[in-house]
C-alpha cells in the first residue's frame, strides 16, 4: 500500500471482492452465452444454477462476513417456525470497514437482482418457460441473500443504538454518582 495515497482509495480485500463478483458474474455470462453455443438446457440448467449456488455460498459465508461485517442464516426451530439469526462485528469494527468494499458487495448484490429479473422478462416474452425455471432459481438464490442481508443490516443498526443508549445511560448514571458521592 501506497502511504502517500488516502485511506479508502483502493479495496481492503481485493481477493474477496474478485470472488464476490466472480461467481455472479459467472452465472450470468454463462446463462446467457449458452444460448449461443450449447442446445442441451440440462447442461444449460445445472452449470447455471451451480454457479448461481456458489454464489449465494460465498456471498452468504465469505464475502458478507468480510465485506460488510455480517452474516446470516435461518433456522427452523422446535416448533416448526422460521427464526432468522444475525451476526455481525462489533459497532468498532463496523465503522472501519472499507467504504468501497461495503459499495461493492451492495450494488452487486441488487444490480445481480435485477439482471436476473431482466432475464426472466425475457424468457416471458420468448415463452421459454424451462428458462424461466433457470432464472428464477437464480433470483430466488439472489434476492434469499438481499432479504438476509438487509435484515442483517437492519438488525445490526440497532444493535449499534442499543450499545449507545447504554453507553450514554452508564455514564449519566456514573456521572450522577460521582456527583452525589462529593455531596
Known amino acids: 500500500m501506497d502511504p502517500n495515497q488516502p485511506v479508502g482509495e483502493n479495496y481492503a480485500n481485493p481477493r474477496t471482492c474478485f470472488f464476490h463478483v466472480l461467481f455472479k458474474a ?9 444460448a449461443l453455443f450449447i442446445d442441451n438446457f ?3 440448467f445445472v452449470v447455471t444454477v451451480l454457479l448461481a449456488a456458489l454464489d449465494f455460498w460465498v456471498v452468504k459465508n465469505v464475502s458478507g ?14 416448533l416448526g417456525e422460521s427464526v432468522w439469526k444475525f451476526e455481525c462485528l462489533d459497532h468498532e469494527s463496523l465503522a472501519r470497514m472499507n467504504k ?3 459499495w461493492l458487495f451492495w450494488w452487486t448484490l441488487y ?8 432475464l ?5 416474452i420468448r415463452l421459454q418457460a424451462d428458462y424461466l425455471l433457470v432464472v428464477g432459481v437464480c433470483l430466488t438464490l439472489s434476492i434469499a441473500n438481499i ?7 437492519k438488525d ?5 443504538q442499543q450499545f449507545a443508549s447504554q453507553t450514554i445511560a452508564s455514564r449519566f448514571s456514573s456521572t450522577l454518582q460521582s456527583a452525589f458521592s462529593v455531596v
Open 100 to 102: 468501497k468494499d461495503s
Open 120 to 124: 426472466a422478462i425475457f424468457s416471458l
Open 111 to 118: 444490480l445481480t437482482a435485477v439482471l436476473w429479473i431482466l
Open 156 to 160: 445490526a443498526k440497532k444493535q449499534i
Open 26 to 34: 459467472a452465472a450470468l455470462a454463462f446463462y446467457i452465452l449458452s
Open 42 to 44: 440440462v447442461i444449460i
Open 65 to 78: 462476513r468480510i465485506l460488510v461485517g455480517l452474516r446470516w442464516w435461518n433456522e427452523i426451530n422446535d
Open 147 to 153: 432479504v438476509g442481508f438487509t435484515k442483517c443490516k
